[in-house]
């Protein structure tokens, strides 16, 4: 019996829209003494290599105008470590849980991928073709539509998991990279990644990361992520998850209207770890002062028809 | 388990141009709070600043029937530093907390040496009150620029707490970096002590390589860049060398702030 708040990915039935986004949540056991994991749609796990990962030296942050910059370079414990120490605790504690996979060749990510579907408590695979901070996180992959194609392509030949390929926004046209995903199999897409970016501490002329360049995240990018979500729900079928500087209720309709069949919540659980059933709330209570039955309803449901008429025609 | 708490501001004090101490009506997070942790702080609404800035609790204020809140001790350098001097009473301050490993603080017989580097005094109030509860002789070897930045010397030594200083251009106790008084006192110390430090990292580095020289062991608190004090965004990392493994970089909000000095690879710090 389908509930107000749940949402359809593909086969995965989620119970509300709000998915915690890869790198912003630890592997979810971080949060699991303040949030209870089981409330929230989804949490994806901070991306994963075959083999642990050191990342960059700090600094990895820095905050800008309304965001926050990061190079943080998939600092990580590898899918083992994940499988044995982190997975576990995520079922006893009622996640559900997509694991964000990076790969430096194909093959990487197809081991990967059937590691995983061994594994108990695995929701989904997100594919992270569109980590900018290291060159062998997928971005290769992820800024070219055939290497877009493969890589999905080549995961879903070895998996019965529901594949979400992250899209960068870090390329012309996003949607047409949607469109590959989706003919290379993808049973979802989720975008944006971080826009790669850079600041510079003008009196001592460094750059504020150790990366030099880094991914800009939080709200100042918002409103060029409901864009790429709109475009991409024009150019594909599957379910789009929107993300992009969601920080209250009203942020993640903009998505939902937008497109977005559920959303992803990154920057903003940081500043506020407590935020899930804040931005919930905001969500239900949209709801019943707009008459809308089910968050369904609201995907896609832009209203453009109320644009005043063109006066100059042409 | 942090709780997040929009605390009222009690009161302001600034102490100096750019050293101030605010109180926060913040009981829930000063009752749970042990001395060494911190709490993620947004002093403003909106998204400038976005992030929350990481302080270590102060001192915790206390009534005769309990609990109040706790003070945070704080140097404008940056925006959220700035909105903490400028605070009135009656503000409100997002407080997210308490966060982070605690100090491990000795009883006696061991005596307890506090060594804090300008606003690093920053978690030694709190400190200094439990050590002096359990009866632990405690001596703060407290080093800034000049005289007029050596704060809460009278409240410390009404407490019981002994107090050394050295400052840069020698307006008060040595003329230098605390290290001078500390290798002193460390060269004729016979008991067991137990050393903790805060301050900048070239300090800390500092400090504890002097611990090593005499055998000592020294807890740091360490201030890193940090997101989001929860263990969510590995940016507040730092190298670690723990059981002869390689170097590593641990979270420093949940496996720290405070570490065992002997265990950081002060070597890695970034240049300059």
């Known amino acids: ?314 | 388990m942090p709780v997040d708490v929009r605390a009222r501001v009690v009161a302001n004090t600034r102490l100096s141009p750019d050293y101030n101490v605010v109180a926060l009506a913040a009981p829930d997070i000063a009752a749970g709070c042990r001395p060494g942790q911190f709490v993620m702080v947004k002093p403003g609404r909106g998204h400038d600043p976005l992030l929350r800035r990481p302080f270590s609790v102060f001192e915790i204020l206390r009534n005769p029937s309990g609990i109040d809140g706790f003070s945070l001790l704080s140097k404008r350098i940056g925006v959220t530093t700035s909105l903490l001097y400028d605070l009135e009473p009656g503000d409100v301050v997002e407080c997210l907390g308490p966060l982070g490993r605690s100090f491990d603080l000795v009883d006696p017989p061991r005596d307890a040496w506090l060594v804090a580097g300008g606003v690093g005094l920053a978690p030694f109030a709190a400190a200094a009150e439990d050590l002096v509860a359990r009866g632990t002789r405690t001596t703060l070897f407290y080093g800034a620029r000049s005289a007029r930045e050596l704060f809460y010397l009278d409240w410390f030594s009404s407490r019981g707490v002994e107090i050394v200083t050295a400052t840069e251009d020698g307006s008060h106790g040595d003329r230098g970096h605390v290290t001078i008084p500390l290798e002193r006192a460390l060269g004729r110390a016979r008991g067991e002590l137990t050393m903790y430090a805060c301050g900048p990292e070239p300090m800390l580095a500092a400090v504890s390589a002097v611990a090593a020289r005499h055998g000592r062991t020294c807890q740091v608190s360490v201030e890193r860049v940090m997101g989001c004090g929860m263990g969510g965004c590995y940016s507040c990392v730092i190298p670690v060398r723990e059981d002869g493994g390689p170097p590593h970089y641990v979270r420093s909000c949940i496996h720290g702030p405070v570490f065992d000095g002997a265990s950081i690879v002060w070597e890695y710090r970034r240049a300059g």
Not at chain 1, 39 to 53: N, Y
Not at chain 1, 150 to 157: C, L, Y
Not at chain 1, 240 to 251: K, L, S, T, V, Y
Request: proline share 5%.
């Open chain 1, 1 to 314: 019996m389908p509930g107000k708040l749940d949402v359809q990915i593909g086969g995965l039935r989620l119970k509300n829209p709000l998915i915690a986004a890869s790198g912003c949540f630890g592997y979810g056991v971080e949060y699991a003494e303040a949030v209870d994991l089981s409330s929230l749609g989804g949490i994806v796990s901070k991306g994963l290599f075959l083999e642990p990962r050191e990342g960059h030296p700090p600094e990895r942050i820095v905050e800008t105008p309304s965001g926050m910059l990061n190079a943080i370079g998939l600092q990580g414990i590898g899918v083992r470590r994940f499988i044995a120490e982190k997975l576990p605790e995520l079922r006893t504690l009622g996640a559900t849980t997509i694991v964000n996979i990076c790969g430096s060749t194909l093959d990487e990510y197809v081991e990967l991928a059937r590691i995983l579907s061994d594994a108990e408590g695995v929701a989904a695979l997100e594919l992270n073709i569109s980590c900018p901070n290291v060159k062998e996180g997928g971005i290769t992959f992820g800024c070219s539509l055939t290497g877009t194609f493969d890589v999905v392509n080549a995961v879903r030949r070895v998996t019965t998991l529901p594949i979400i390929p992250k899209l960068t926004p870090n390329v012309t046209d996003v949607a047409s990279f949607a469109r590959a995903s989706q003919e290379g199999g993808a049973d979802a897409v989720s975008l944006v990644n971080t826009f790669l970016a850079m600041a510079i501490d003008v009196e001592t002329r460094r750059p504020a990361l150790s990366n030099i360049v880094g991914g800009l995240s939080g709200p100042a990018i918002r409103p060029i992520a409901v864009r790429m979500v709109y475009e991409c729900r024009r150019a594909v079928s599957i379910p789009i998850i929107g993300m992009g500087g969601i920080a209250c209720g009203r942020d993640a309709i903009e998505f939902l209207l937008a497109g977005a069949s559920a959303v992803q919540i990154g920057t903003a659980n940081f500043v506020d770890p407590f935020i899930w059933q804040k931005v919930l709330a905001d969500i239900d209570s949209y709801m019943t002062r707009h008459g809308v039955a089910r968050v369904a309803d609201l995907v896609g449901a832009l209203d453009t028809s109320a644009r005043e008429k063109e006066w100059i025609s042409s």
